[in-house]
Protein backbone atom coordinates (compact mmCIF):
# COMPACT_ATOMS: atom_id res chain seq x y z
CA UNK A 1 0.00 0.00 0.00
CA UNK A 2 1.10 3.36 -0.96
CA UNK A 3 0.91 6.19 1.35
CA UNK A 4 1.24 9.82 1.61
CA UNK A 5 1.92 12.05 4.93
CA UNK A 6 0.81 15.24 5.39
CA UNK A 7 3.09 16.82 8.12
CA UNK A 8 6.30 15.76 9.59
CA UNK A 9 5.70 16.63 13.17
CA UNK A 10 5.08 14.70 16.56
CA UNK A 11 1.89 12.48 15.01
CA UNK A 12 3.44 11.83 11.63
CA UNK A 13 7.08 11.02 12.45
CA UNK A 14 5.36 8.85 15.14
CA UNK A 15 3.50 7.38 11.87
CA UNK A 16 6.85 7.06 9.56
CA UNK A 17 8.74 5.37 12.52
CA UNK A 18 6.00 2.54 12.71
CA UNK A 19 5.29 2.38 9.23
CA UNK A 20 9.52 1.33 8.78
CA UNK A 21 8.78 -1.54 10.66
CA UNK A 22 5.91 -2.97 8.27
CA UNK A 23 6.93 -3.73 5.03
CA UNK A 24 3.58 -4.13 3.50
CA UNK A 25 2.88 -0.62 3.68
CA UNK A 26 5.47 2.50 1.69
CA UNK A 27 5.43 6.03 2.73
CA UNK A 28 6.03 7.64 -0.84
CA UNK A 29 5.49 10.93 -0.35
CA UNK A 30 5.43 13.49 2.76
CA UNK A 31 3.83 17.14 2.31
CA UNK A 32 6.14 19.53 4.34
CA UNK A 33 5.80 23.46 5.01
CA UNK A 34 9.23 24.39 5.67
CA UNK A 35 11.96 23.69 2.43
CA UNK A 36 14.52 24.41 5.00
CA UNK A 37 13.13 20.65 6.51
CA UNK A 38 13.09 18.61 3.25
CA UNK A 39 15.20 15.92 4.12
CA UNK A 40 13.95 13.10 2.22
CA UNK A 41 13.89 12.49 -1.55
CA UNK A 42 10.00 12.21 -0.99
CA UNK A 43 9.07 15.23 0.61
CA UNK A 44 7.26 17.99 -1.27
CA UNK A 45 5.77 21.42 -0.58
CA UNK A 46 3.10 21.12 -3.22
CA UNK A 47 0.00 19.13 -2.23
CA UNK A 48 -0.76 18.42 -5.98
CA UNK A 49 2.32 16.12 -6.23
CA UNK A 50 0.09 13.62 -3.98
CA UNK A 51 -3.41 14.46 -5.08
CA UNK A 52 -2.57 13.61 -8.81
CA UNK A 53 -0.10 10.36 -7.76
CA UNK A 54 -2.17 7.88 -8.94
CA UNK A 55 0.09 5.39 -7.16
CA UNK A 56 -0.88 6.76 -3.99
CA UNK A 57 -3.55 4.83 -1.98
CA UNK A 58 -4.34 6.22 1.20
CA UNK A 59 -3.35 10.02 2.55
CA UNK A 60 -2.62 10.43 6.38
CA UNK A 61 -3.47 14.03 7.26
CA UNK A 62 -1.95 15.48 10.64
CA UNK A 63 -1.20 18.89 9.96
CA UNK A 64 -3.98 19.90 12.12
CA UNK A 65 -6.05 23.36 12.36
CA UNK A 66 -9.27 23.74 9.85
CA UNK A 67 -7.56 25.20 6.86
CA UNK A 68 -6.16 23.82 4.20
CA UNK A 69 -6.44 20.14 6.13
CA UNK A 70 -10.71 20.71 4.95
CA UNK A 71 -9.65 21.44 1.67
CA UNK A 72 -6.36 18.49 1.74
CA UNK A 73 -8.71 16.08 2.48
CA UNK A 74 -11.96 16.22 0.88
CA UNK A 75 -9.36 16.89 -2.42
CA UNK A 76 -7.75 13.44 -1.41
CA UNK A 77 -11.08 11.68 -1.07
CA UNK A 78 -11.91 13.00 -4.50
CA UNK A 79 -9.13 11.84 -6.17
CA UNK A 80 -10.47 8.22 -4.30
CA UNK A 81 -7.73 7.66 -1.72
CA UNK A 82 -8.14 6.42 1.74
CA UNK A 83 -7.67 9.16 4.33
CA UNK A 84 -6.78 8.65 7.84
CA UNK A 85 -6.73 11.95 9.75
CA UNK A 86 -5.75 12.93 13.70
CA UNK A 87 -7.02 15.96 13.51
CA UNK A 88 -9.61 16.69 15.62
CA UNK A 89 -10.46 20.15 14.88
CA UNK A 90 -11.58 19.97 11.49
CA UNK A 91 -13.35 16.24 12.08
CA UNK A 92 -15.52 17.81 14.76
CA UNK A 93 -15.90 20.93 12.18
CA UNK A 94 -16.88 18.91 8.48
CA UNK A 95 -16.84 14.77 10.07
CA UNK A 96 -20.37 14.69 7.95
CA UNK A 97 -18.92 16.19 4.85
CA UNK A 98 -16.18 13.96 4.96
CA UNK A 99 -18.10 10.82 5.58
CA UNK A 100 -20.26 11.72 2.69
CA UNK A 101 -17.28 12.09 0.36
CA UNK A 102 -15.79 8.83 1.26
CA UNK A 103 -19.01 7.35 0.67
CA UNK A 104 -19.45 8.73 -2.68
CA UNK A 105 -15.56 8.17 -3.93
CA UNK A 106 -15.97 4.33 -2.43
CA UNK A 107 -13.00 5.06 -0.18
CA UNK A 108 -12.34 5.42 4.23
CA UNK A 109 -12.48 8.31 5.67
CA UNK A 110 -11.24 6.70 9.45
CA UNK A 111 -10.69 8.71 12.46
CA UNK A 112 -9.61 6.81 15.73
CA UNK A 113 -6.44 8.79 16.66
CA UNK A 114 -8.17 11.89 17.03
CA UNK A 115 -9.60 11.27 20.24
CA UNK A 116 -8.11 9.25 23.03
CA UNK A 117 -4.42 8.90 20.95
CA UNK A 118 -3.36 5.46 21.29
CA UNK A 119 -6.55 3.82 22.92
CA UNK A 120 -8.43 1.69 20.80
CA UNK A 121 -11.57 4.10 21.70
CA UNK A 122 -13.32 4.87 18.07
CA UNK A 123 -13.00 0.76 17.04
CA UNK A 124 -14.11 0.01 20.27
CA UNK A 125 -17.44 2.28 20.27
CA UNK A 126 -18.41 0.89 16.55
CA UNK A 127 -18.35 -2.90 17.93
CA UNK A 128 -20.16 -2.10 21.11
CA UNK A 129 -22.54 0.25 18.13
CA UNK A 130 -23.10 -3.48 16.29
CA UNK A 131 -24.68 -4.76 19.24
CA UNK A 132 -25.91 -2.02 21.95
CA UNK A 133 -26.75 1.14 21.72
CA UNK A 134 -24.15 3.11 23.41
CA UNK A 135 -26.36 5.06 26.34
CA UNK A 136 -23.80 7.23 27.68
CA UNK A 137 -19.89 7.97 27.35
CA UNK A 138 -17.83 10.17 29.06
CA UNK A 139 -13.98 10.35 29.72
CA UNK A 140 -10.49 12.68 30.45
CA UNK A 141 -9.52 13.38 26.59
CA UNK A 142 -6.79 15.68 27.75
CA UNK A 143 -3.70 14.72 28.18
CA UNK A 144 -2.30 18.38 29.11
CA UNK A 145 -5.49 19.23 31.45
CA UNK A 146 -4.84 15.94 33.16
CA UNK A 147 -1.16 16.49 33.76
CA UNK A 148 -2.30 19.76 35.33
CA UNK A 149 -4.67 18.65 37.63
CA UNK A 150 -3.10 15.57 38.73
CA UNK A 151 0.21 17.73 39.73
CA UNK A 152 -1.59 20.23 41.63
CA UNK A 153 -3.86 17.45 42.97
CA UNK A 154 -0.47 15.35 44.27
CA UNK A 155 2.30 17.91 44.50
CA UNK A 156 0.18 20.59 45.94
CA UNK A 157 1.57 23.09 42.76
CA UNK A 158 0.08 26.30 41.45
CA UNK A 159 -1.66 26.51 38.26
CA UNK A 160 0.77 28.37 36.13
CA UNK A 161 3.96 26.48 37.23
CA UNK A 162 2.52 22.92 35.92
CA UNK A 163 1.31 24.42 32.70
CA UNK A 164 4.61 25.41 32.04
CA UNK A 165 5.67 22.15 33.09
CA UNK A 166 3.32 20.67 30.54
CA UNK A 167 4.56 22.71 27.89
CA UNK A 168 8.13 21.63 28.67
CA UNK A 169 7.52 18.06 27.94
CA UNK A 170 5.48 18.64 24.98
CA UNK A 171 1.74 17.42 25.84
CA UNK A 172 0.08 20.94 25.51
CA UNK A 173 -1.23 22.41 21.99
CA UNK A 174 0.99 25.06 20.53
CA UNK A 175 -1.36 27.10 22.29
CA UNK A 176 -2.36 25.53 25.42
CA UNK A 177 -5.54 27.50 25.26
CA UNK A 178 -7.06 24.58 23.62
CA UNK A 179 -6.27 21.99 26.24
CA UNK A 180 -6.95 24.27 29.05
CA UNK A 181 -10.36 25.76 27.95
CA UNK A 182 -12.19 22.44 27.01
CA UNK A 183 -11.74 23.36 23.33
CA UNK A 184 -9.75 19.96 22.87
CA UNK A 185 -11.98 18.26 25.28
CA UNK A 186 -15.05 19.90 23.19
CA UNK A 187 -13.49 18.07 19.80
CA UNK A 188 -12.83 14.81 20.77
CA UNK A 189 -16.54 15.15 22.75
CA UNK A 190 -18.30 16.16 19.30
CA UNK A 191 -16.43 13.35 17.71
CA UNK A 192 -17.07 10.38 20.19
CA UNK A 193 -20.90 11.39 20.53
CA UNK A 194 -21.58 11.31 16.52
CA UNK A 195 -19.92 8.03 16.10
CA UNK A 196 -21.34 6.43 19.47
CA UNK A 197 -24.81 7.65 18.26
CA UNK A 198 -24.81 7.49 14.88
CA UNK A 199 -25.78 11.31 14.35
CA UNK A 200 -23.33 14.25 13.38
CA UNK A 201 -23.42 15.95 16.94
CA UNK A 202 -22.53 19.92 16.13
CA UNK A 203 -19.53 20.41 18.09
CA UNK A 204 -21.15 24.32 18.91
CA UNK A 205 -23.68 22.89 20.65
CA UNK A 206 -21.68 21.70 23.34
CA UNK A 207 -21.24 23.70 26.81
CA UNK A 208 -18.12 24.08 27.48
CA UNK A 209 -15.90 25.01 30.46
CA UNK A 210 -12.59 24.50 31.33
CA UNK A 211 -9.83 24.67 33.89
CA UNK A 212 -7.82 27.91 33.75
CA UNK A 213 -9.36 29.28 36.56
CA UNK A 214 -8.93 26.75 39.02
CA UNK A 215 -6.81 27.39 42.14
CA UNK A 216 -5.15 26.14 44.87
CA UNK A 217 -7.97 26.74 47.74
CA UNK A 218 -10.14 24.68 45.14
CA UNK A 219 -7.76 21.74 45.00
CA UNK A 220 -7.57 21.83 49.03
CA UNK A 221 -11.60 22.03 49.15
CA UNK A 222 -11.85 19.21 46.88
CA UNK A 223 -9.50 17.12 48.93
CA UNK A 224 -10.74 18.31 52.64
CA UNK A 225 -13.95 16.22 51.00
CA UNK A 226 -12.42 13.35 49.43
CA UNK A 227 -13.04 14.82 46.22
CA UNK A 228 -10.46 14.63 43.18
CA UNK A 229 -11.20 17.00 39.97
CA UNK A 230 -11.22 16.06 36.65
CA UNK A 231 -12.08 17.29 33.22
CA UNK A 232 -14.94 15.21 31.59
CA UNK A 233 -16.65 15.00 28.18
CA UNK A 234 -19.78 13.40 28.80
CA UNK A 235 -22.58 12.74 26.32
CA UNK A 236 -25.52 10.67 27.07
CA UNK A 237 -28.45 9.47 24.66
CA UNK A 238 -31.98 8.81 25.30
CA UNK A 239 -34.11 7.61 22.60
CA UNK A 240 -34.28 10.25 19.79
CA UNK A 241 -32.52 12.77 21.76
CA UNK A 242 -29.06 13.67 23.15
CA UNK A 243 -26.65 15.75 25.21
CA UNK A 244 -23.24 16.36 25.53
CA UNK A 245 -20.95 18.67 27.85
CA UNK A 246 -17.27 19.50 28.70
CA UNK A 247 -16.49 20.75 32.05
CA UNK A 248 -14.48 19.88 35.19
CA UNK A 249 -16.26 17.38 37.68
CA UNK A 250 -15.79 16.32 41.20
CA UNK A 251 -15.08 12.62 41.69
CA UNK A 252 -14.83 10.27 45.06
CA UNK A 253 -10.98 9.74 45.56
CA UNK A 254 -11.53 6.35 45.21
CA UNK A 255 -13.03 5.87 41.39
CA UNK A 256 -10.86 4.88 38.44
CA UNK A 257 -11.41 7.81 36.85
CA UNK A 258 -10.28 10.04 39.68
CA UNK A 259 -7.01 7.80 39.69
CA UNK A 260 -5.79 8.48 35.76
CA UNK A 261 -2.71 10.23 36.76
CA UNK A 262 0.08 12.87 34.57
CA UNK A 263 -1.41 12.70 30.87
CA UNK A 264 -3.08 9.56 30.85
CA UNK A 265 -6.61 9.29 29.44
CA UNK A 266 -9.74 7.30 30.31
CA UNK A 267 -12.39 6.83 27.66
CA UNK A 268 -16.13 5.23 28.87
CA UNK A 269 -19.04 4.09 27.37
CA UNK A 270 -22.19 1.84 29.21
CA UNK A 271 -24.31 -0.23 26.73
CA UNK A 272 -27.28 -2.33 27.19
CA UNK A 273 -26.06 -5.51 26.97
CA UNK A 274 -21.67 -5.09 27.22
CA UNK A 275 -22.16 -2.89 30.52
CA UNK A 276 -19.55 -0.28 31.53
CA UNK A 277 -16.85 -0.22 29.48
CA UNK A 278 -12.95 2.07 30.43
CA UNK A 279 -10.19 2.00 28.25
CA UNK A 280 -7.27 3.72 29.58
CA UNK A 281 -3.62 4.98 28.19
CA UNK A 282 -1.70 7.58 26.73
CA UNK A 283 -4.09 9.53 24.76
CA UNK A 284 -1.07 12.19 22.87
CA UNK A 285 2.47 11.29 21.73
CA UNK A 286 3.30 10.64 18.36
CA UNK A 287 4.33 6.93 18.64
CA UNK A 288 0.71 5.92 20.56
CA UNK A 289 -1.21 8.24 18.07
CA UNK A 290 1.00 7.43 15.36
CA UNK A 291 0.34 3.50 16.47
CA UNK A 292 -4.06 4.53 16.26
CA UNK A 293 -3.36 5.95 12.82
CA UNK A 294 -1.45 3.03 11.58
CA UNK A 295 -4.32 0.54 13.16
CA UNK A 296 -6.41 2.43 10.71
CA UNK A 297 -4.11 1.70 7.94
CA UNK A 298 -3.94 -2.01 8.23
CA UNK A 299 -7.75 -1.63 8.99
CA UNK A 300 -7.81 -0.68 5.68
CA UNK A 301 -5.91 -2.46 3.83
CA UNK A 302 -7.12 -5.78 5.15
CA UNK A 303 -10.58 -4.96 4.82
CA UNK A 304 -11.13 -4.98 8.33
CA UNK A 305 -12.65 -0.80 8.53
CA UNK A 306 -15.65 0.11 9.47
CA UNK A 307 -17.54 2.67 7.99
CA UNK A 308 -18.76 5.50 9.87
CA UNK A 309 -22.86 5.68 9.52
CA UNK A 310 -24.40 8.98 10.43
CA UNK A 311 -27.97 7.35 9.76
CA UNK A 312 -30.13 8.96 12.70
CA UNK A 313 -31.25 12.10 14.21
CA UNK A 314 -31.31 12.96 17.42
CA UNK A 315 -32.63 16.05 19.32
CA UNK A 316 -30.24 18.00 21.20
CA UNK A 317 -31.79 18.01 25.21
CA UNK A 318 -30.85 18.55 28.78
CA UNK A 319 -30.37 14.64 30.04
CA UNK A 320 -26.83 16.10 31.99
CA UNK A 321 -27.70 17.39 35.10
CA UNK A 322 -26.04 17.89 38.14
CA UNK A 323 -25.20 19.87 41.72
CA UNK A 324 -22.23 22.45 41.44
CA UNK A 325 -19.31 23.69 43.14
CA UNK A 326 -18.45 27.08 42.13
CA UNK A 327 -15.53 29.15 43.12
CA UNK A 328 -16.90 33.52 42.20
CA UNK A 329 -14.16 35.42 42.68
CA UNK A 330 -15.34 38.73 45.39
CA UNK A 331 -16.79 41.77 43.76
CA UNK A 332 -18.62 39.04 41.25
CA UNK A 333 -22.52 39.46 42.59
CA UNK A 334 -24.32 38.78 39.96
CA UNK A 335 -24.25 35.10 40.80
CA UNK A 336 -27.04 36.13 43.62
CA UNK A 337 -29.60 36.98 40.42
CA UNK A 338 -28.40 34.01 38.49
CA UNK A 339 -28.37 31.88 40.85
CA UNK A 340 -31.43 32.24 42.64
CA UNK A 341 -33.42 29.44 43.78
CA UNK A 342 -30.83 27.06 43.45
CA UNK A 343 -28.15 28.24 46.07
CA UNK A 344 -27.60 25.22 48.61
CA UNK A 345 -24.95 26.26 50.61
CA UNK A 346 -22.47 29.28 50.37
CA UNK A 347 -19.13 29.67 51.85
CA UNK A 348 -17.74 33.29 51.86
CA UNK A 349 -14.05 33.64 52.46
CA UNK A 350 -11.83 36.88 52.23
CA UNK A 351 -11.12 36.50 48.54
CA UNK A 352 -13.93 34.86 46.85
CA UNK A 353 -17.44 32.99 47.57
CA UNK A 354 -18.13 28.83 47.00
CA UNK A 355 -21.42 27.79 46.01
CA UNK A 356 -22.59 24.70 46.09
CA UNK A 357 -25.81 24.41 44.17
CA UNK A 358 -29.00 22.12 44.17
CA UNK A 359 -29.42 19.82 40.89
CA UNK A 360 -29.28 22.23 37.85
CA UNK A 361 -28.36 21.73 34.28
CA UNK A 362 -25.33 22.87 32.91
CA UNK A 363 -26.99 25.42 30.98
CA UNK A 364 -28.20 27.45 34.19
CA UNK A 365 -24.88 27.14 35.34
CA UNK A 366 -23.33 28.18 32.20
CA UNK A 367 -25.59 31.66 32.54
CA UNK A 368 -22.86 32.39 35.11
CA UNK A 369 -19.81 31.47 33.31
CA UNK A 370 -20.52 32.77 29.84
CA UNK A 371 -20.94 36.47 31.63
CA UNK A 372 -18.20 36.08 34.27
CA UNK A 373 -15.23 33.69 32.83
CA UNK A 374 -13.18 33.87 36.18
CA UNK A 375 -15.60 31.76 37.81
CA UNK A 376 -14.32 28.24 38.25
CA UNK A 377 -17.19 25.49 38.07
CA UNK A 378 -17.30 21.97 38.76
CA UNK A 379 -19.76 19.31 38.91
CA UNK A 380 -20.14 16.40 41.28
CA UNK A 381 -20.50 13.46 39.36
N1 LIG B 1 -2.84 18.49 23.50
C1 LIG B 1 -3.53 17.24 23.45
C2 LIG B 1 -3.55 16.65 24.85
C3 LIG B 1 -2.86 16.32 22.46
O1 LIG B 1 -2.91 17.22 25.75
O2 LIG B 1 -4.23 15.66 25.08
C4 LIG B 1 -3.65 15.09 22.09
O3 LIG B 1 -4.85 15.38 21.44
Given at each position: ?????????????????I??????????????????????D????????????????L???????????????????????????????????????????????????????????????????????????????????????N????????????F??????????????A??????????????C???????????????????????????A??????????????????????????????????????????????????????????????????????????????????????????????????????????????????????????????????A???????I?????????????D???????????
Amino acid sequence: MNIALLGFGVVCSGVYEILKTLPEYNVTKILIRNPAKKTMDCMTLDFADIENDKAIDLVVEAIGGLHPAREYILASLNAKKHVVTANKAVVAAYFEEFVAAAKENGVKFMVEATSGGGIPWIKNLQRVGRIDDVTSLHGIMNGTSNFILSAMTSEGKDFDDVLKAAQELGYAEADPSADIDGDDVRNKCAISASIAFGCPVDVNSILQSGIRYITKADIDWFKENGLVCKLFATAKREGDKFDAVVEPVLLCCDTVEANVPKNYNITCLYGETIGEVKLYGQGAGGLPTGNAIVQDIIDINTGNAFDISFDKTLIKTEAVTGRYYLRIPAGIDCYKDILRDVIEKEEASENSTVVITKEVTPAKIHQLTDKEKSVFIARFV
